[in-house]
């Protein structure tokens, strides 16, 4: 039997119809004062639509209306930057293990209330309504996350072997885009899936042996500095992550920064 393009054996047309939605949306003009959930109405909304481009339709609406659009970051929009992020309906990311320019409108239903707010945390203070500052990830990094090597010509690959399944472990926590999903995610605002992925790609390959010891106990202690809470092995950091970061890499982390303070290296004052 041959189907015409666009209907089903019923009948009824296979278009997608769009959804309407209702979105409360956290709004704060600046970190000076308060802010406030606000709510809005988005209608037509195609289930193959990004949700930053479901936020997109919005931020038109509101700029042909003469009202400010909603604020929120992001750059890539392919999942590979980090830069997008927020709280929906109370997950990081929202209900898919994905970044929030990957996640799309199909994880809804027609008629949804949608909650959209910024990543809470102390250590990233909200800029304006869904944007955050998340430069607390740069001076973690700067306090340890890198290697001494000398600039120039790449190096012949095979001059430094590294034996598969470490190269394979270190590939995988480096995966990770400093989203911060994961701190978002963490009762405990903590910050270590973050830094113990860090920790573990350098430490698992030989060009990050020599700053090993001093690179987990500068790391952690800038993020505890920054204000990040402790890690009580909840999980959800994990959890959240859309690039699967493991637990196994905190118990890395764990496992150098005892070492390194047993040798006696203290964090730079
Ligand atoms: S560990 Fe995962 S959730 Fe945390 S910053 Fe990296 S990619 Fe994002
Ligand atoms: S915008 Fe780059 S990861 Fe989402």
């Known amino acids: 039997m041959t189907m015409t393009h666009g209907a089903t054996r019923s009948g009824q047309t296979s278009e997608k119809r769009g959804m309407n939605l209702t979105l409360r949306i956290w709004r704060q003009k600046d970190p000076s004062v308060k802010g406030k959930m606000v709510t809005y109405k988005v209608t037509d909304i195609s289930p193959d639509m990004s949700f930053l481009e479901m936020l997109d339709v919005l931020n038109e609406q509101l700029i042909t209306n003469g009202e400010d659009?909603?604020?929120?970051?992001?750059?890539?929009?392919?999942?590979?930057?980090?830069?997008?992020g927020v709280m929906i309906n109370g997950q990081a990311h929202g209900p898919q293990q994905t970044t929030t320019c990957q996640l799309h409108m199909r994880s809804f239903r027609n008629g949804d209330t949608i909650d959209i707010e910024p990543w809470r945390a102390?250590?990233?203070?909200?800029?304006?309504?869904?944007?955050?500052d998340r430069r607390a990830f740069d001076?973690?990094?700067q306090a340890g996350g890198y290697i001494t090597a000398p600039t120039g010509t790449a190096p012949e690959a095979h001059s430094t072997p590294v034996p598969?399944?470490?190269s394979d472990a270190a590939f995988d926590a480096a995966t990770c885009i400093g989203c911060g999903a994961c701190v978002a995610a963490c009762p405990n605002a903590s910050s270590m899936l973050f830094t113990a992925a860090k920790v573990t790609h350098l430490g698992l390959l030989p060009q990050g042996q020599p700053e090993r010891n001093d690179r987990v106990v500068n790391m952690v202690a800038q993020q505890d500095a920054e204000g990040f809470g402790g890690c009580t092995n909840i999980g959800?950091?994990?959890a959240a992550c859309?690039?699967?970061?493991?637990?196994?890499?905190?118990?890395r982390l764990n496992h150098d920064l005892l070492g390194a303070l047993r040798a006696g290296v203290r964090p730079k004052s």
Not at 122 to 132: M, R, S, T
Not at 242 to 251: D, H, L, N
Request: hydrophobic share 40%.
């Open 242 to 251: 859309p690039k699967g970061i493991s637990m196994e890499t905190i118990s």
């Open 236 to 238: 959800e950091c994990s």
């Open 69 to 84: 659009p909603v604020a929120f970051d992001h750059d890539c929009r392919e999942g590979i930057c980090g830069m997008c």
């Open 139 to 141: 001076r973690i990094i």
């Open 122 to 132: 102390a250590a990233f203070p909200v800029i304006k309504d869904l944007a955050v």
């Open 164 to 166: 598969k399944k470490d």
